[in-house]
């Protein structure tokens, strides 16, 4: 039976809403230790992954303003199958992970626009910060935040032109650690 995105949505904030009037409690904290990033750089069709997530996920149902999401990623985990590209993407040509050993985000508001969730905030990767809204769902369990950005935003761009240095990134939190 296929039940559409905005339904699970739905469906997944009522639940924790049920949950939450049952405790006396307004909010909810999502675990994160299972949680992890995947991106791909469209113009090199590299795709990869980065582990080590550390975020603090607060969902207020009964005022989705007072939600919050704050979280980092070691960059030291990036892997994209090819371990030379790897050591490279670590290095001071790119992410220099001994100077910015963490990319961060954290959110201003979360908010419902139409249907879609939005989490909107700053993004930081080498000490550059960047406004970044993330589309938020859920998918079979798994909370997804994903958004595009330009790697060239941020200074870590291969070729240094922005309109080639699109990233797709999503994060994946499982509800269910």
Known sequence: M???????????????????????????????????VTFNYVEEKTEGT??????TIKLNTADLLASKI????????ISTGNKMRDKHLKSKDYFNVEEYPLMKFESKVIKKEGSQYKA????????????VVFD???????????TSIFADDFDVAIRKSRDKSTVEVTVSVPLNP
């Open 50 to 55: 980065l582990n080590e997530v550390e975020a």
């Open 70 to 77: 704050k979280g980092s990623v070691k960059v030291e985990t």
């Open 2 to 36: 296929y039940i559409d995105k905005t339904i699970k949505m739905k469906i997944l904030l009522l639940t924790i809403g049920c949950l939450l009037s049952l405790n006396g409690m307004s909010q909810i904290e999502i675990q994160t230790k299972n949680a992890s």
């Open 136 to 146: 938020v769902m859920e998918i079979d369990g798994i909370m997804q935040l994903s």
């Open 120 to 131: 909107e905030g700053k993004l930081t990767i080498k000490d550059i910060t960047n406004d």
